[in-house]
């Protein structure tokens, strides 16, 4: 069984937007949840691999296409005040300003592999995409006005639509909603089963056993 065991998110703000935050604990494959522990498997590390990059890599930029697997939340109004702002236009598409997150979360080097603890994990997404654990779990802002439009000088409500002549300003960060993208889907779990299914058959064969 593999499983998107939930993330215990530890933020502590030292001074402004210095945020240290772990994902605790993280996504997982533990192997010996897939086949019998004997002395011909004692190292895990090829369908562990193999069902990170033929199975967890995909699955996880689905979720980026797919908006979330379920659905992400909307955008803010503040949030795509903002995107039109900085000249980024407004778009519905959620965590893909830029592609970074994106190609962080689909790279295998953000994977631990752990072949005789028969384990594979993700413990980091790496500083400079560290916002990425904030859409992961969800953070509980300072309220504040992240984007806040500001019309003749005076700070308007959140869901105000930015005119002509507004300004947006960058306040403390507000809150943002969990929207997951290292998650395990259920059809994930069949497909690495097989993966370890296949191996195991291969290794069996290796030590003698009739096919």
Do not use: C
Not at 52 to 77: C, E, T, Y
Request: charged share 20%; glycine share 12%; proline share 6%.
């Amino acid at each position: 069984m593999v499983s998107m065991l939930a993330s215990n998110m530890r933020a502590s703000a030292a001074s402004g937007f210095g945020i240290d935050i772990d994902i605790e604990p993280s996504p997982i494959i533990l192997a010996a949840q897939f086949v019998a522990i004997g002395a011909a498997f004692e190292d895990f590390t090829e369908p562990l691999e193999k069902s990170v990059k033929d199975v967890m890599m995909p699955s996880i930029r689905k979720n980026f296409q797919a908006q979330g697997r379920p659905p992400w939340a909307p955008l803010s109004q503040a949030t795509l005040n903002r995107r039109r702002q900085d000249g980024r236009g407004i778009t519905g598409r959620i965590l893909s300003r830029t592609t970074a997150l994106l190609r962080r979360a689909t790279s295998f080097g953000i994977w631990k592999i752990e072949g005789r603890a028969g384990q594979a994990y993700v413990s980091d997404l790496g500083g400079d995409v560290w916002y990425g654990k904030l859409h992961q779990e969800g953070f509980e802002g300072s309220g504040g006005g992240i984007g806040r439009i500001v019309r003749g000088g005076v700070p308007q409500i959140p869901s105000a639509s930015l005119r002509a002549g507004d300004t947006v300003v960058e306040g403390f960060a507000g809150d943002i909603p969990a929207r997951p993208f290292l998650v395990v889907q259920p059809e994930d779990v069949d497909d690495i089963e097989d993966v370890f299914g296949n191996w195991a058959y291969v290794v069996f064969i290796r030590h003698g056993w009739p096919g």
